[in-house]
């Protein structure tokens, strides 16, 4: 019985393509609900897709499952003479726009938006299509979690044709009955409708007890009764959505965890921010990564623009980002120290540039690998001009493991060529007694001598009163190597390093780096996220000891902050940015913000949110 309802489908699916590829005339039979027309408001979350123009033009229905996202048959997006499915991901091959909220087409409520992004199933005909903005006034549908059975009535809405009208510009909707439930379809049968050219991507609803989920969407049809078809045949079938709820909310939820680094993207003197994301996994399988900027205009932050994306192969938890001038071109470019597995002869680690081109990146390019003997898990990554030839190079603390005298910890620097970087050298290396683990890492020119420097924030331990005790430790390059740690600054009160996150930059604008660090506080009596930000000025030889610049007066969620550093507004000092993990939606979705504490030479002002939102 599965294997007969499986050829029928591929039989039906032909006139489903050609439906799908073809324009809203004689010549191109396709998917429609016959039924009686909805009432103004019903069915609100019901979307009307337009794909193309002129002759290739052709029309879909759609439902609104996020304010982000419209869920459609994949068919509707297909070239002419391809598959229904799978279809490529990423933006539409023509333009395509969303009427959402329109019961009656020649109206004005609801929202026209253009959609931007394909994110398709390879195994059904189905697709999640992106909104250019987001749709925060219309109820999205729910989707079913149990699969349709046997007899079960559903609800079929569409916008398509009628059994008298060619294009309608009303909502209708009908009823039909499941006969069979299979793998990724559902089979049915007219019930007081007909499926016809212009709902393909519809919803296929169950309605019970107040309570409206979305089941399947229409897929194909032999259009018995439609205006035009000749067709007596009642089946159509759905395509199931109750058993792939995870992918719809993974897709939703996207995308997930960031990286933040800092950097004059675009050479226009202002410092930018750029996050990296991780977007999960694909119906395939594969890793996806994408990577976005935020420029500055000097008073603040455009929106997010994603310069980058991949929709598989690249692996963000496997990542670690930094950001440089690595070709010397006035650009900064950013980096990724990345994990590539095991070979024969041990562990693989790679080094992947995006290199900036003022208004984008380019795709990721692999300037080093190893064929194996040095791990990634084992090393923490900073970059700065460590010869002070002009071009960033990146460098690695590395754990070394134990010997007699202790923990043993090396810093390697890979040497930037303008294209590419050397093998990794060792410029420092200890006997024992400096604890990888222990170690944050951040690169500054910390005493002006034009060869960047690296800064360790150490981890100390507890005095015997029950003291946190931290330190700063500085590595100061010589242009080819770097000195012995010099203990430049260590805490005579309780500072904690698992409460602190590093960043630095020139915040007093003497030409020497500081060092500012993030600060937890802890949580209030009244359940208030409290954070304060602390800097240690540089005198070329030491640091000063910390000194508290701001301190929350709301709710300021350390966990929630990623610190960089940056003169975003190009007076000549540099400034805290903060990447910051603002909400979390139900359904999974976050939103980002970004804050600026704008240095005053002497301190820096109360934060700013320049931009809040998810990132599209």
């Known amino acids: 019985m599965e294997r007969k309802i499986n050829r029928r489908v591929r039989a039906v699916s032909l006139l489903a393509a050609t439906a799908a590829a073809?324009?809203?005339?004689l010549t191109s039979p396709a998917?429609?609900?016959?039924?009686?027309?909805?009432?103004?408001?019903?069915y609100a979350f019901t979307a009307k897709i337009q794909i193309g123009d002129g002759d290739t033009s052709r029309a879909c229905t759609g439902s609104l499952v996020d304010a982000?996202?419209?869920?459609?048959?994949?068919?509707?997006?297909?070239?002419?003479?391809?598959?229904?499915?799978?279809?490529?991901?990423?933006?539409?091959?023509?333009?395509?726009?969303?009427t959402i909220g329109r019961t009656d087409l020649t109206g004005t409520v609801g929202h026209v938006v253009e959609i931007t992004e394909l994110v398709p199933r390879a195994d059904r005909d189905?697709?999640?299509?992106?909104l250019a903005t987001p749709v925060t006034d219309i109820a999205p549908v729910l989707l079913a979690t149990t699969a349709p059975a046997a007899g079960e009535s559903l609800r079929a809405v569409g916008y398509g044709r009628t059994k008298d009208t060619w294009v309608p510009d009303r909502l209708h909707a009908g009823s039909f009955v499941v006969t069979q439930t299979?793998?990724?379809?559902?089979a049915v049968?007219?019930?007081?409708?007909?499926?016809?050219?212009?709902?393909?991507?519809?919803?296929a609803l169950r309605e019970s007890d107040g309570t409206t989920e979305l089941v399947a969407v229409h897929s194909t049809s032999w259009q018995a009764g439609c205006l035009g078809s000749d067709e007596t045949r009642p089946e159509a079938f759905e395509t199931r959505l109750d058993d792939i709820t995870d992918w719809v909310q993974q897709v939703r939820a996207l995308p997930g965890e960031s990286q933040a680094v800092s950097g004059d993207f675009n050479g226009d003197g202002r410092e930018d921010v750029a996050a990296f994301y991780d977007n999960g996994t694909s119906p395939e399988g594969k890793n996806r990564a994408s990577l976005y900027a935020f420029y500055s205009n000097g008073n603040g932050f455009a929106a997010p623009k994603k310069v980058w994306s991949t929709p598989g192969g690249f692996t963000a938890s496997k990542s670690k980002l930094t950001s440089g001038d690595y070709n010397g071109d006035g650009k900064d470019d950013i980096a990724v120290f990345y994990d590539s597995g095991t070979s024969d002869t041990g562990n693989m680690s790679s080094i992947y540039t995006f290199t900036s081109n003022g208004t984008g990146f380019g795709a990721p390019k692999k300037v080093w690998t190893t064929e194996g003997g040095f791990t990634w898990s084992k090393s923490k990554v900073t970059s700065g001009d460590y010869n002070g030839d002009g071009k960033d190079d990146i460098a690695v603390l590395y754990d070394g493991g134990s010997s007699d005298t202790g923990r043993v910890s090396s810093l390697y620097t890979f040497t930037s060529n303008g294209t590419g970087f050397a093998n990794p050298r060792k410029t420092w290396t200890t006997p024992g007694g400096f604890t990888w683990s222990a170690s944050q890492l951040t690169s500054g020119d910390f005493n002006k001598d034009g060869k960047d420097d690296i800064a360790v924030f150490y981890d100390g331990g507890k005095s015997a009163d029950g003291k946190f005790i931290s330190s700063l430790y500085t590595f100061t390059s010589d242009g080819t190597d770097f000195a012995n740690p010099r203990k430049t600054w260590t805490s005579s009160g309780s500072f904690n390093w698992n409460a602190a996150k590093l960043?630095?930059?020139?915040?007093s604008g003497d030409g020497r780096d500081d060092i500012a660090v993030l600060y937890n506080r802890g949580t209030s009596a009244e359940g208030v996220?409290?954070?304060?930000?602390?800097?240690?000025?540089g005198d070329g030889t030491n640091f000063a000891a910390p000194r508290e610049v701001w301190t929350s007066t709301g709710s300021f969620s350390w966990a929630a902050s990623q610190p960089v550093s940056g003169d975003f507004n190009k007076d000549g000092k540099d400034d805290v940015g903060v990447l910051y993990r603002a909400a979390t939606s139900p359904d999974g979705r976050r939103s980002d913000a970004l804050f600026t504490f704008t240095s005053t030479g002497t301190g820096v002002k109360a934060p700013v949110r320049h931009w809040m939102g998810p990132v599209l």
């Open 503 to 507: 960043t630095s930059g020139d915040y």
């Open 22 to 25: 073809g324009a809203l005339t």
């Open 529 to 537: 996220l409290q954070s304060a930000l602390f800097t240690f000025t």
């Open 182 to 186: 299979d793998a990724t379809t559902v």
């Open 31 to 42: 998917q429609a609900v016959i039924g009686d027309a909805v009432a103004d408001n019903a």
């Open 189 to 203: 049968t007219r019930d007081g409708g007909s499926i016809c050219k212009g709902d393909a991507g519809g919803p």
């Open 68 to 98: 982000h996202y419209v869920l459609t048959a994949s068919s509707c997006f297909a070239a002419a003479g391809q598959p229904a499915f799978p279809i490529p991901a990423g933006a539409p091959a023509e333009k395509a726009t969303a």
């Open 126 to 130: 189905l697709v999640m299509a992106k």
